[in-house]
């Protein structure tokens, strides 16, 4: 990627090629969603894209056209963190599901044919038929997780489109939303403040000792509160007041917050142990056989580094664990990114090991390698990243599940884990953060050296929004120097976080040749050097300098 003599405009047209949308500008310039290093090759990249973009499902539905990935919201959800760095609609299908919630606040979770079994796992109230466009609406009632995804799937959209007004409209609803989640009895705890669920694998959507065919809540239905529903709730809320307060409405933004901040204390008072989460807090009169519920570590502790609830310490925490869990199983499993460990003696159909019940999950890779990167564990976050590439290299994807020794287990669409390495990489070891939309406020943390790569090209494009943020990486280690050239088509605020080697010394920085106040900073053992710019004008205009010296 060659910034010079280029001209950009706000001209912007909207095409595809096979590897995802671009920006193309009148004068030619193209920006296409592109990372690559020497640890992070082309081919790589392009089989997690692929990938994720191998779920995708457009519905015809009254004429209009319904895009999702794959068609369940949930999962459509979860693979946003790639799929918004290359499609064009990133809002049909949440508008789809929005304008189908019920009274209550409760949001379905599916669209599948009329004929699909899932239509006959639930009782009424928890299905809708189409039948004019021969399609269903289902919510598994036993799920706890649909309506504050919903959320996450909102923000992620309108960063991705920067459409305020759209945005703006859904916030009554996403309000009710949330609402749901903190008064249905279904859903809710009074007596330790947190949500609740049938007593479940994780987010997972069968129940101990009830027939897979019944995915009800029934008066002797065991119930629990897993710890990922909560942390996710506690994402959602403090996403919805991010919306909130741009919207206008900080009192309201404010009680969100406010709930926010219950849920954490919560958290760590009935749901941490010490080390992570416990896996269930078991609110139903239930024996369970073989290890305690304080010793299984569940796929929702590595989602929880990537929420803000947890401390650095606690974060840490749960990274080492799963260091631990490595080491202790090294002789028999291929990685640790496990769905739960200890598994269950059995669960169902489902013996140890075996899919939901301890498979290996592409998507616990993926969380916890960006997780690992953002908390001072970046040695970690690389090692785990170039497993992963070397296992796609190998499968030519990722799978969804795997068994001990690395082989496909099946049972879920693979862009959710193809997209959570992708933000692993686009966010973590390349570092960019979009904390506003449309890249308009970056903050840019490269994180190169943890994969011991000097030269590094980034571009991230929106093109459901018309924007994107591009740089160039430099590291001459004997001259202890790093440059950067960038820019950012609505870019008016960059927050630098470069990490330098373990022996930097107070950096200095220059920002288009002129001097910029910064510091050291330590994550942990990690230095970082720590700078803000302020840009009159956003960076499209012209590439854009940043030395770093230490």
Known sequence: MCFEHQEVTANLIFTFTPFGGYLTMSCNTVYETDIRSPSVPPEFVRALVSTVRGNRTVFQID??????????????????????????????????????????????????????????FVR?????????NGLAYVRLEIEADVEYLTVEGVWQAWQASGDDDWMRAHLPRLVRA?????????????????????FTIDTWDYTYGVPDSNRCIEA?????????????????CNLLAEMLEY??????????????????KHLDQYCWNGRFYTHMLHLSDIVVPGSPEE?????????????????????????????????????????EWFSIDPPYEKWMLHPPGHYINGGIAGFVAGELARGAFTHG?????????????????????????????????????????????????????????????LFESVELAPRWPALGDREASVTLVYPAGGAFFAYEYRHDPAARRIAVNWRGSHTK???????????????????????????????????????????PTPSSERTREIEVTY
């Not at 809002?91 to 009329?114: A, K």
Request: with cysteine; charged share 25%.
């Open 63 to 120: 004429g209009r056209p319904v895009a999702m990935n794959p068609t369940w919201l949930r999962d459509h959800v979860h693979e946003m963190k790639g799929y918004k760095y290359w499609e064009t609609d990133v809002r049909s299908g949440l508008d789809h599901f929005l304008t189908r919630q019920q009274p209550s606040g409760f949001l379905y979770e599916m669209i599948v044919p009329i004929d699909n079994v899932h239509t006959t």
């Open 124 to 132: 009424p109230d928890c299905l809708e038929l189409d039948e004019k």
């Open 178 to 198: 949330l609402d749901y989640c903190f008064t249905d009895p279904k859903r809710w705890s009074p007596e330790y403040g947190l949500m609740k669920r049938a």
């Open 220 to 236: 002797d239905t065991p119930m629990g509160i897993m710890h990922g529903d909560s942390t996710g709730l506690f994402w959602a």
């Open 247 to 264: 919207a206008g409405d900080a009192e309201q933004a404010s009680d969100f917050r406010g709930r926010a901040a219950a849920l954490r």
């Open 295 to 335: 010793n299984r570590l569940s796929l929702s502790n590595a989602y929880a580094l990537n929420r803000g609830v947890l401390s650095l310490e606690q974060a840490r925490s749960v990274i080492h664990e799963y260091q631990a869990r490595r080491e202790e199983h090294k002789a028999t499993h291929f990685a």
């Open 377 to 437: 564990e970046e040695a970690y976050g690389a090692d785990i990243l170039r497993r992963v590439r070397d296992k796609v290299a190998a499968d030519g994807t990722l799978y969804f599940l795997m068994t001990a020794d690395g082989e496909d287990m099946g049972g879920g669409p693979r862009g959710w884990g193809a997209a959570a390495v992708f933000a692993a990489i686009a966010e973590g070891v390349a570092g960019v953060v979009d904390r506003s939309k």
């Open 493 to 535: 605020r960059l927050h630098g976080r470069f990490l330098l080697p373990t022996d930097a010394h107070q950096p200095r920085v220059r920002a288009d040749g002129e001097a910029v106040h910064a510091s050291l900073l330590r994550v942990a053992d990690s230095p970082y050097a720590d700078f803000a710019l302020a840009l």
